[in-house]
């Protein structure tokens, strides 16, 4: 791997994420804004683009990133070849976005497409205002505080989170939840960036989210995985999406088990 600057890299990754915030806040806090669907029925407003708008030129214009690529929810990739390459997602939970449920972040990753890893990760949540911050090597930390995953437990004590009722059915996997369900009482959706955030932070055990971007994951295998956390992947019953399992080591392994995963 090149020889790169992930401490300022990571600044940078932060910076990206929180910048476009207040932006997106007031689009939060207004009474209307238009919601358009994309081709997979998922919602897509105007605050999506101008966010993505602002971390692209944030990113693209610094000279510590020259040269990178970016691919981004709302916009695609418009250059290919370079080996790093950012993921952004501007605002991820559209859905809560615009129903005024104020779960949902702006996420930022750096991965090396030579090496097929992620460097670096940042989950910011404009709402909340915290941000979720790790690179390779240096930790995980929300606003300079060090983050750890839980603690083992059993699963019956155990918080864990998923997606989606919906994304479990768009891939066929109900017996999944119903599985996750019956074995699992303190089973939540924490739905989104904000469901990763919770494992990152220790405050749920674990997650099993299905039918994800990898601009989605990419940032959470970081901050998880520096947290002293795992993460699974795998491709979806979707195309080109994929399901992923993290949070703690030992209730990772136990529900892999559980649900064959």
Known sequence: MDTLD????????????????????????????????????????????????????????????????????????????ARYRWLVDPIDGTRSFVNH????????????????????????????????????????????DALLVASPKSLKDAMIATGDIAQFISIGGERTYQTLSEHCPYLRTYTDCFGHAMVVSGAVSAMLDPALNPWDAMATQVLVEEAGGTMLMRPSAIPHKIDVLFGTPEIVEELKKLVEF
């Open 6 to 81: 992930l401490p300022a890299l990571l600044d940078l990754a932060v910076n990206a994420a929180e910048t476009p915030s207040p932006q997106i806040v007031q689009w939060f806090e207004a009474d209307l804004l238009a919601v358009e669907h994309k081709g997979d029925g998922s919602p897509v407003t105007m605050a999506d683009r101008e966010a993505e708008t602002t971390i692209r030129k944030i990113l693209s214009e610094h000279p510590l990133a020259a040269g990178f690529d970016i691919l981004g929810e709302e916009y695609g990739q418009k250059e290919q070849g």
């Open 101 to 144: 449920i104020p779960l949902f972040g702006t996420i930022v990753a750096l991965e090396d497409t030579v090496e097929n890893t992620t460097l670096l990760g940042v989950i910011h949540l404009p709402v909340l205002k915290r941000t979720y911050a790790a690179a390779r090597g240096l930790g995980a930390h929300c606003d300079g």
